[in-house]
């Protein structure tokens, strides 16, 4: 391996394609892998970090993997979801509030497979 003045690993633009292609398909944690290659944390979650903006992970309605924030209401036992316009939901049941004013109820954990599939296959570009 190449090295600076300083004692830092050079690494070329292959090398750390090479890397970060070898890190997505491993599972492991990023602290996990960066210390395993022997590479700085810090260093290579920048490496992570620029290739995603590259690709536009991060772009709203890429229709990529991105961060993607929900509320979530848990009521009491036996209270509705509070919406005086809406009927009433039984505690038990998950309400999820799709764009477009669409609800979804699940209740089993066999709905809450299909209402996953259902909420990715909605996420996909057209």
């Not at 022997?38 to 536009?56: E, M, S």
């Not at 993607?68 to 998950?94: H, I, K, Y």
Request: glycine fraction near 10%; charge should be positive; proline fraction near 4%.
């Amino acid at each position: 391996m190449k090295r600076d003045v300083v004692g830092r690993v050079s690494y070329t633009g292959t090398q750390r394609e090479t890397l970060l292609d070898e890190f997505e398909r491993s599972g492991l944690k990023g602290a996990q892998f960066a210390k395993a290659a022997g590479i700085k944390y810090q260093t290579f979650a920048h490496w992570v970090q620029q290739r995603r903006h590259l690709r536009g992970d991060y772009e709203a309605g890429s229709g990529k993997p991105g961060l993607r924030l929900v509320e979530a209401v848990v009521a009491a036992p036996g209270m509705s979801d509070g919406a005086s316009a809406q009927a009433a939901v039984p505690a038990e049941v998950l309400a999820v509030h799709l764009p477009g004013g669409a609800k979804l109820l699940v209740a089993t954990r066999q709905q809450a497979e299909l209402a996953a599939h259902l909420i990715q296959a909605l996420n996909l570009p057209c």
